[in-house]
């Protein structure tokens, strides 16, 4: 589950990262280019792939 987590997330953050930049016209060439709406997306979906690997690599506590 630790890796499927982990790849989801990364996966999540690189593909908000381009939407995001897509959005904010550094990376032209699509139907996205500039367009707040997919800035905005782009960065709702980098937060939660942020939050996928926070959860996936947290400190388990020890049953003591």
């Known amino acids: 589950m630790k890796i499927v987590l982990n790849i989801v997330g ?6 908000g990262s381009v939407w ?3 959005g904010i016209n550094v990376l032209p ?4 280019s500039g367009q707040s709406r997919w800035a905005i997306r ?6 939660a ?4 690997l926070l959860y996936a690599n947290r400190k ?5």
Do not use: D, N, T
Request: charged content about 5%.
């Open 60 to 64: 388990q506590k020890s049953a003591a």
């Open 29 to 32: 060439g699509s139907f996205m």
């Open 10 to 15: 990364v996966l999540l953050v690189l593909l």
């Open 42 to 47: 782009g960065v709702m979906l980098a937060i």
């Open 20 to 22: 995001f930049l897509q």
């Open 49 to 52: 792939g942020i939050v996928a």
